[in-house]
């Protein structure tokens, strides 16, 4: 409660308005900015997405995990990492950055390049003997972060230039229960 004295100046208490107009506002802005807008999901989007399901790499949680596990190794160049269950078992995808344009993967057993055009079509090599030594160290390092269970789960492990990240395109297959990629 604000308390006004008789005989205090007119234009002491000028600044209250206008503190008040700026809290108002700021409030206002904050409500409007921390609610999001409703938008309705379009017709046939769902199924369109679950039907295309590229791994999603990103830097948080398990697939967050295997690639900073990764990083220690490559350091300074990154890592990122992608993980994807179904019922059969998880599919996980390790991206490093290679130290040149050189473009590399290496399947985990009972996984072939043909199960994944994408490599082709980038222009993927299987790696000569001492980079595949490297991936190696770099699959065995991932596969301790997540956890790898060798009945159930599967792995890729791609080395490409960082700039090219971005058009890494893998859908995330189906596993059988023994983890082996039926499509």
Not at 35 to 48: Q, S, V
């Amino acid at each position: 409660m604000l308390i006004i004295k008789q005989g205090a100046e007119p234009g002491a208490l000028r600044w209250l308005l206008p503190v008040a107009a700026l809290l108002a506002a700021g409030m206002l802005y904050w409500f409007l900015r921390s609610t999001p807008p409703a938008r309705p999901i379009p017709d046939g989007f769902l199924e369109k997405n679950k039907a295309s399901e590229y791994l999603i790499f990103q830097r948080e949680g398990l697939p967050g995990r295997m690639a900073e596990e990764v990083e220690r190794v490559v350091r300074p160049r990154f890592s990122s990492a992608a993980l994807c269950e179904k019922p059969g078992g998880r599919f996980a995808c390790v991206l490093v950055e290679s130290p040149g344009p050189e473009k590399y993967f290496e399947l985990d057993r009972d996984l072939n390049a043909n199960q994944f055009p994408f490599l082709k079509e980038n222009d993927f090599a299987p790696p000569p003997f001492q980079v595949s030594r490297s991936m190696s160290t770099y699959r065995s390092v991932a596969k301790m972060a997540m956890k790898y269970d060798d009945f159930r789960d599967r792995m890729i492990v791609l080395v490409c230039p960082k700039s090219e990240w971005h058009d890494v395109r893998i859908t995330c297959p189906e596993l059988t229960p023994t983890g082996r990629v039926t499509k």
